[in-house]
């Protein structure tokens, strides 16, 4: 039973630090990049809102108009 093998100890440890900060890198151009695609979604977004806004806004201006002349006409018929 002399045969038995001695382990080796184990070699030095491989730098990956290289393939870390490549990898950050690239998430990090990623994320800018998608920013600025759906940046362009955001602006259009808040004027979609604005003018739903508007229209909401120009309804009710016509919803008490039409209740104005409603009422005025009822009055004149009362007469």
Known sequence: M??????????PPRPNSGVVLGLVALAL?????????????????????VTQAAASADEAVQAMGDAARNAADDLDRAR
């Open 2 to 11: 002399d045969d038995t093998e001695t382990p080796e100890p184990p070699g």
């Open 29 to 49: 151009v990623l994320a800018v990049g998608f920013f600025y695609l759906t940046n362009d979604d955001r602006r259009d977004r808040r004027a979609e809102a």
